[in-house]
Antibody
Framework: QVQLKESGPVLVQASETLSLTCTVS????????VIWVRQPPGKGLEWMGI???????DYNSALKSRLSINRDTSKSQVFLKMNSLQTDDTAIYYC???????WGQGVMVTVSS | DIQMTQSPSFLSASVGDRVTINCKAS??????LNWYQQKLGEAPKRLIY???NLQTGIPSRFSGSGSGTDYTLTISSLQPEDFATYFC?????????FGGGTKLELK
């Protein structure tokens, strides 16, 4: 069945770079894109960026200068990297299939000053 | 970016009630509007896609409607498991944008 699972550090220092991995199963990254979405504690959802099934990427303009998304199709993994972290980047980070029909469980990342 | 204004932010209701939640887009989104349910500590769950298509496995008491800039999620008869937070998402234009959420609470 379709599954996505996020992994990565739960605590990151301000000004450093966040690296997260989304490992998928039950579908191919060459057939579906993957979106990263984040949710600050107690707040709403923010669409961060997408890696399309052809490998192209698009980013939310608010994050574009700090964000990159890549993938390794052989490992069924999608990678998020975001630099220059600040405390307001503290959030649950989710990956979801491009139709947003399947979501990972999310990973809570705290940015410490 | 398209702005999504969701209302109400909070809704208090009883089991058996009929409730509606609204999302208004800042421009026409051509029915590319999804609805999600999120319970505490869980990932969002898609309920409705493209305005009025029920996700497989979602009870028929959930329905969606709308066009242009105005969209509605209706729960026809609230069940205890429906008390949660609901979000809309437009995916007509990049980036997708979410409504601010509606927290549905037991009266």
């Amino acid at each position: 069945q379709v599954q996505l699972k996020e992994s990565g550090p739960v605590l990151v220092q301000a000004s450093e770079t966040l690296s997260l991995t989304c490992t998928v199963s039950g579908f191919s990254l060459t057939n579906y894109g993957v979106i990263w979405v984040r949710q600050p504690p107690g707040k709403g959802l923010e669409w961060m960026g997408i890696i399309w099934r052809n490998g192209n990427t698009d980013y939310n303009s608010a994050l574009k200068s700090r964000l990159s998304i890549n993938r390794d199709t052989s490992k069924s993994q999608v990678f998020l990297k975001m630099n220059s972290l600040q405390t307001d980047d503290t959030a649950i980070y989710y990956c979801t299939r491009d139709r947003t029909d399947y979501w990972g469980q999310g990973v809570m990342v705290t940015v410490s000053s | 970016d398209i702005q999504m204004t969701q209302s109400p932010s909070f809704l208090s209701a009883s089991v058996g009630d009929r409730v509606t939640i609204n999302c208004k887009a800042s421009q026409n989104i051509n029915k590319y509007l999804n609805w999600y349910q999120q319970k505490l500590g869980e990932a969002p769950k898609r309920l409705i896609y493209n305005t009025n298509n029920l996700q497989t496995g979602i009870p028929s008491r959930f329905s969606g409607s709308g066009s242009g800039t105005d969209y509605t999620l209706t729960i026809s008869s609230l069940q205890p498991e429906d008390f949660a937070t609901y979000f809309c998402l437009q995916h007509n234009s990049f980036p997708g944008t979410f409504g601010g959420g509606t927290k549905l609470e037991l009266k």
